[in-house]
């Protein structure tokens, strides 16, 4: 059977929340949607923190220099980092007339001597695709010669955009990993963590206390992930979406297989980092849980307000615009209300409408959402008399021309603001940047053009 997902239906998933008005698909390709990465990246993206996997790109060398080591996920996984290292069947022009299953075979085989890896993603991309090689036909020999799984994963670049390609990545989970393993032991407050990729570190900020509280991460998808865990997720008692819709395919799948119910959350600011351990607790429905939750709640609210007072005057009156993607245009946003800062537009162009809505009901009636963040937020900086721009690297000429302070919080950014003590990293970093002279000695005008 072929392990090919209906695109069709990832296109236009019914889980997500517009759906239910049937007004549009949420991933429907639009001309040049692959400048923002390709499906294929997406899916790589998805799937790259898992550690202990080999991920094996079978397409041209260019394929793999795109989205290879793109973000910063962190694993503590003890064996060798297998992500560190880019494998690609760099496929060439006999390969396109002649076939490059062979090749694929062989650097399957390749792997497997020289990295023993717990399981192989094989990523299907353009040139594949199209020349037709039979990816579920070899992966499946490689699986029964080598005696561990090995995953076919058909997102090809041309299908759509990168959420699409995540979605993908997905499916290829589901249909390749997911129950093909028993745990060891089951608890009855077992859950998975799907759509955290551990950038930065983000889940370590929270991880410690869902284990305080009793509460085990059985597997993720796939921040600092194990290919035997996710082997397991079909036994866990909730699905944890962590800032992720694109992976919402996925989890409805799981509640029609296995009736595994799911939260959606985030773990960015003090109110959502609380809410969402809450959510978790209510899910799992034990009211003892609740009540230490909500202890576990206020003495960690206590804590972040302490260390968060020197802050406060500081950030007391400042205004930020934020132009990120996915989750962040809301999940940032609400981490920098906590800390005191009005955020006047954020931009929602590479956010899905699930996404958008949540925007808009952080930011309120008087918050802009840019659908064209790159003519809009030059203007909106000066019209709405903003002293932050938090952007990816690209927007920091922005930040220069217009005299304001600047932040990275995107793949770039070095530290995790995920959490409680995120925030704490978030406040300190925005107080470096207000206070860096840098800004405004830029964007003044030499002596001779007064
Ligand atoms: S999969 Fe296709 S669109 Fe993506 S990087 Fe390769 S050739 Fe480009």
């Known amino acids: 059977m072929s392990q090919k997902p209906k695109i069709k239906e990832l296109l236009d998933e019914s889980a997500c929340a517009h759906n239910k008005t049937r007004t549009q698909a949420c991933n429907a390709p639009t001309p040049g949607a692959t400048t923002g990465g390709c499906a294929f990246e997406g899916a790589q993206i998805s799937l790259f923190p898992y550690a202990d996997a080999a991920h094996l790109v079978h397409g041209p060398m260019t394929c793999l220099a795109s989205s290879w080591e793109t973000r ?36 399957i085989d390749y792997i497997m001597t020289h990295y023993s890896p717990e399981a192989v993603f094989v990523y299907a991309t353009c040139v594949t695709a199209m020349i037709g090689d039979d990816l579920d036909l070899i992966c499946k020999q490689a699986a029964d010669k080598h005696g561990v799984p090995m995953v076919p994963v058909h997102a090809p670049g041309f299908v759509g955009s990168k959420n699409l390609g995540s979605r993908l990545g997905g499916e290829a989970v589901l249909l390749n990993l997911i129950g093909t393993l028993e745990p060891e032991t089951t608890t009855p407050f077992d859950i998975n963590l799907i759509g955290e990729y551990n950038v930065t570190g983000d889940m370590w900020q929270y991880a410690h206390l869902l284990d305080e509280l009793g509460i085990r991460i059985l597997s993720t998808l796939s921040g600092n992930g194990r290919i035997a865990d996710i082997r397991c997720a079909h036994r866990a008692r909730l699905n944890v979406i962590v800032c992720a819709k694109s992976l919402i395919s996925l989890t409805r799948k799981m509640q ?10 985030s773990f960015y600011g003090k109110r959502d980092t609380s809410a969402g351990l809450l959510a978790i607790a209510e899910a799992l429905g034990n009211l003892d849980l609740i009540a230490r939750t909500k202890a576990l709640i206020l003495r960690e609210e206590a804590k972040l307000e302490e260390k968060l007072k020197p802050y406060r005057a500081l950030f007391a009156g400042k205004k930020a615009v934020l132009n990120t993607g996915g989750n962040k245009t809301w999940s940032i946003a609400a981490a920098l209300q906590d800390l005191g800062i009005e955020v006047v537009a954020t931009a929602v162009k590479k956010a899905t409408e699930d996404d958008r809505e949540k925007a808009r009901q952080t930011l309120g009636r008087d918050g802009v959402l840019m659908m064209n963040p790159g003519v809009e937020q030059a203007k909106l900086i000066e019209e709405k008399g903003a002293h932050l721009l938090l952007a990816g690297g690209r927007s920091l000429y922005t930040a220069i021309k217009k005299g304001i302070a600047f932040a990275d919080v995107n793949q770039e950014k070095k530290k995790s603001y995920g959490g409680y003590e995120g925030l704490l990293n978030l406040a300190e970093d925005l107080k470096h940047a207000l206070q860096n002279p840098v800004f405004t000695l830029a964007a003044r005008r030499a002596p001779w053009e007064k």
């Open 72 to 107: 910063a996920t962190q694993t503590d996984w003890p064996g060798r980092d297998l992500t560190q290292m880019g494998f690609t069947t760099d496929i060439s022009l006999s390969d396109v007339v002649f076939s490059g299953e062979e090749k694929l075979t062989k650097a």
């Open 256 to 265: 029609e297989r296995y009736g595994i119910p799911q939260v959606s959350l």
